[in-house]
């Protein structure tokens, strides 16, 4: 076997296994290998077991990277994150907190369209500088790759300013970015009242040019009762999946209009948030494999009631959890506050946790294939944790344990 690091002295090694989604009891299937060791060939994995077994290496000596028994699992996959925007809404956080309910602030032209307001007047550079901060803090808590949606500009400019500073961020830092377009984030103040006719702006002009131009794989809409309803959406995004792009959703977050039910329809590649979904939405999209992204990060922000982790994964769902990092609803990227609150409050167990946040947030970006677990042939995106077990993920809560961030076989961040 070749290789060019060896990562040995791991006292255990947990990983969920396959190149598809774990859904269901699946879920709970992580394989635990103790003394392991991992053998990496340039970006990838090629061999991982336990030491006893190890085959000896041919040819020029790997690095060693001794992991003083300390517990390794794959790189955390955020799946959901609006991580290119202007300005900040530390004032509408204070008045959620006062009690002022999210809907009423986008209703008064806050929210969304405050940042809005800022994005439209980043430049490229301002994108790139805040988004390269953010992505670094991102990777010291073990993300290796991370999906960012545009939606902060809404016009034709801003919009591509925002998948352009996310092209650039994915050239200059080591964290792999997945690019969606949310255009129909809003309906913007040009088009107010008028959400069919910024639809068919959408995919008349804006479309076409992002395909072209290669600038997404994924389009996104917030379909919600006043943003974007079920009609709309259908629209939006069977002309999305035309042009070539695989669909998101923000579905059922502050009311339940079928959003989910929708997303099954459609064969979305995930619906996200679910707040509010029906239970027969979720077992169409159980039947139709759409991944179901859960955010409890927003929920505990929007003190909104966690989504029904335990009744998706019960009746065959697959669930991933992501941050869904954004100005409004949710600032933060805490992957390990998402953790602990799966933990605490959606009665995740914390097999069903790591899957989440490895295995099947690769799944809610298309990227199963090669990244989300710690497989021979899978990208070398690995963590240590300052910890013996996986077991100590949502257990520390809120804090972060990893200590040493492998990306793309290469140690991208160590702390002292
Ligand atoms: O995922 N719900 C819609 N979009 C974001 C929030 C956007 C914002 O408030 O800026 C979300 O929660
Ligand atoms: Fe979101």
């Given amino acids: ?142 993300v290796t790759t991370v999906e960012g949606k545009s939606g902060y500009g809404l016009d034709l400019d801003t919009e591509i300013r925002q998948l352009e500073a996310m092209r650039t961020l994915a050239t200059v830092q080591p964290v792999d970015i997945v690019p969606t377009y949310l255009g129909a984030h809003s309906v913007p103040e040009e088009y107010k009242g008028s959400p069919g006719d910024y639809i068919d702006y959408m995919i008349d002009t804006v479309l076409p040019l992002i395909r072209q131009r290669k600038l997404a794989t994924f389009c996104d809409i917030f379909c919600e009762r006043g943003v974007f309803e079920i009609e709309d959406s259908r629209r939006f995004l069977i002309a999305a999946r035309e042009a070539g792009f695989r669909l998101k959703m923000h579905a059922d977050e502050i009311e339940r209009i079928g959003g989910a039910g929708l997303a099954a329809e459609l064969r979305a590649t995930s619906a996200d948030h679910l707040l509010k979904a029906s239970i027969d939405d979720l077992d169409a999209m159980a039947e139709a494999g759409v991944v179901a992204t859960c955010l409890p990060l927003t929920a505990f922000s929007l003190r909104e009631p966690y989504a029904n982790a335990r009744a998706m994964i019960d009746r065959g769902l697959a669930v991933a959890l992501a941050t869904d990092l954004n100005p409004g ?88």
Wanted: aromatic share 6%; net charge negative.
């Fill in 329 to 416: 609803s949710c600032y933060s990227h805490s992957i390990p506050l998402t953790a602990a609150l799966a933990a605490l409050y959606m009665r995740m167990s914390i097999e069903e946790i790591l899957t989440a946040l490895t295995l099947n947030g690769a799944a809610a970006i298309g990227l199963a294939n090669d990244r989300g677990s710690i497989e021979p042939g899978k990208l070398a995106d690995i963590l240590l944790l300052d910890a013996p077990s996986y077991r100590h993920l949502a257990y520390h809560v809120g804090m972060n344990i990893v200590s040493t961030v492998i990306k793309r076989g290469t140690v991208a961040n160590a702390r002292p």
């Fill in 1 to 142: 076997m070749k290789a060019t690091l060896l990562v040995r002295n791991i006292g255990e090694l947990a990983t969920p296994t396959g190149t598809s989604a774990r859904a269901g009891s699946d879920m709970r299937g992580v394989s635990v290998i103790h003394d392991a060791v991992i053998a990496v060939d340039g970006e990838t994995i090629a061999w991982v077991g336990p030491a006893t077994e190890a085959p000896a290496i041919e040819g020029a000596p790997p690095k060693i990277l001794d992991a003083g028994g300390q517990a390794a699992i794959p790189g955390f996959i955020d799946s959901h994150t609006h991580l290119v925007f202007g300005g900040y809404r530390e004032d509408e956080f204070y008045w959620r907190a006062a009690g002022v309910p999210y809907m009423e602030i986008h209703e008064r032209g806050g929210g969304i369209a405050n940042s809005v307001r800022a994005t439209r007047e980043a430049s490229l550079d301002d994108m790139i500088s805040s988004g390269a901060k953010r992505l670094q803090r991102m990777l010291e808590l073990g």
